[in-house]
Antibody
């Protein structure tokens, strides 16, 4: 069974750093792209970027380029989303999802990680 | 970037009704479109890909159609369990973009 399990909720202060994770199981982790999607409170879905764990090829949405870093550690089947300096506007639910083998839609999703940033 | 516009933003219908949600792309995306259902507090769930292909395990009352710039998601007979927000997503080109969502409420 394909599963994506995300790390737990985080409460942070503005300016702090953060790295959240997404661990894949039940499939060959290195062979499928992993995407990160933001959902701000009460809002819609936003595509942040995508990584291919096999070679760490990464693409970012222009809206998020330079604001976050996406990475992966294929030895432990885990993808990451990190911030070096959080802002209050980063408060959101963040989802990882696995891309389909042959096209850019998303078949399997993690449960989400809620990030709250407040002074 | 390709903009995806969904309408309506909210709809209210009765159990058994036929429901249609529209998604329009700002430029042609062929049939590179997916639909997702999201229930409160849950991750999105894939319903339809390539505009009209039903994802395995999704009830057959859901169907998708369209190509180019105009697409529809239809629920042939609305069930109480279909109360959710529905999103379209284009995957014709980067950055991938989602529609703003359509919230379906049961009367």
């Amino acid at each position: 069974e394909v599963q994506l399990v995300q790390s737990g909720a985080e409460v942070k202060k503005p300016g702090e750093s953060l790295k959240i994770s997404c661990k894949g199981s039940g499939y060959s982790f290195t062979n499928y792209w992993i995407v990160w999607v933001r959902q701000m409170p009460g809002k819609g879905l936003e595509w942040m970027g995508i990584i291919y764990p096999g070679d760490s090829d990464t693409r970012y949405s222009p809206s998020f380029q330079g604001q976050v870093t996406i990475s992966a550690d294929r030895s432990i089947n885990t993808a990451y989303l990190q911030w070096s300096s959080l802002k209050a506007s980063d408060t959101a639910m963040y989802y990882c999802a696995r891309r389909a083998a042959v096209a850019e839609y998303f078949e399997y999703w993690g449960q989400g990680t809620l990030v709250s940033v407040s002074s | 970037d390709i903009q995806m516009t969904q309408s309506p933003s909210t709809l209210s219908a009765s159990v058994g009704d036929r429901v249609t949600i529209t998604c329009r792309a700002s430029q042609s995306i062929s049939t590179w479109l997916a639909w997702y259902q999201q229930k409160p507090g849950k991750a999105p769930n894939l319903l339809i890909y390539k505009a009209s292909s039903l994802e395995s395990g999704v009830p057959s009352r859901f169907s998708g159609s369209g190509s180019g710039t105009e697409f529809t998601l239809t629920i042939s007979s609305l069930q109480a369990d279909d109360s959710a927000t529905y999103y379209c997503q284009q995957y014709n080109s980067y950055p991938l973009t989602f529609g703003g969502g359509t919230k379906v409420e049961i009367k």
